[in-house]
């Protein structure tokens, strides 16, 4: 499997000729989703989900198709009607060849004013990526690689670490890191490096590595 970061939380999956692409919001890339057979988001927040982004695939492609939580799909299934699939916590579904399992249901607390929105996270072929979109969520299965938001409104880095930790991953790569600055990068990677409890790697965007 070819996993390809793109600007912020947006990743490229590719496996046996077939491409499957995770979050392509308003911060990444214009044509970050175009080639894609299958779409997952996560939620609503317009660095995850942009409609724009999507357009530009699902023109490209009469094929591809998005699959994605309700309050997404409610946004947009009437502009790509019968190509949006709508999925919640425990779902398993199969996309450009990959075999997705759904978990998690709310956004991380940004705020306690702040009312939590709905928020899922996708397991891509049994546990070799997790996705968890804006959450801390920990699936019920081991993960070989997880796609960890380093940097966000809704987190600190005690929160990072102690993710990390939890989910016990063999190895993870920075993703929701388009807010952060060259500057921050070396304390991010030193102290998640140092305390995280596993590899932790960064990939700029268009770097791949290979699962």
Known sequence: MKLTKKIHACVRLEKDGRTLVIDPGGFCEEDAAVGAEAILVTHEHADHFNEARLRAALDADPATEIWTLKSVADKISSAFPGR???????????????????????????????????????????????????????????????????????????????????????????????????????????????????????????EYATL
């Open 84 to 206: 949006v699939h709508t999925v919640g916590h425990g779902d398993t579904f199969e996309a450009a060849g990959f075999d997705i399992q759904v978990h998690g249901e709310l956004h991380a607390v940004i705020h306690p004013d702040i009312p939590r929105i709905t928020n899922v996270g996708y397991l891509i072929d049994h546990g070799r990526v997790f996705h968890p979109g804006d959450a801390f969520t920990v699936p019920d299965q081991p993960v070989e690689t997880l796609l960890v938001p380093v940097m966000a409104p809704w987190n600190k880095i005690a929160e990072v670490i102690d993710y990390l930790r939890e989910v016990g991953p063999q190895r993870a790569y920075d993703i929701h890191d388009a807010l952060l600055t060259d500057l921050a990068w070396p304390i991010y990677e030193g102290q998640i490096g140092a305390l995280g409890g596993t590899d932790n790697l960064r990939l700029t965007p268009e």
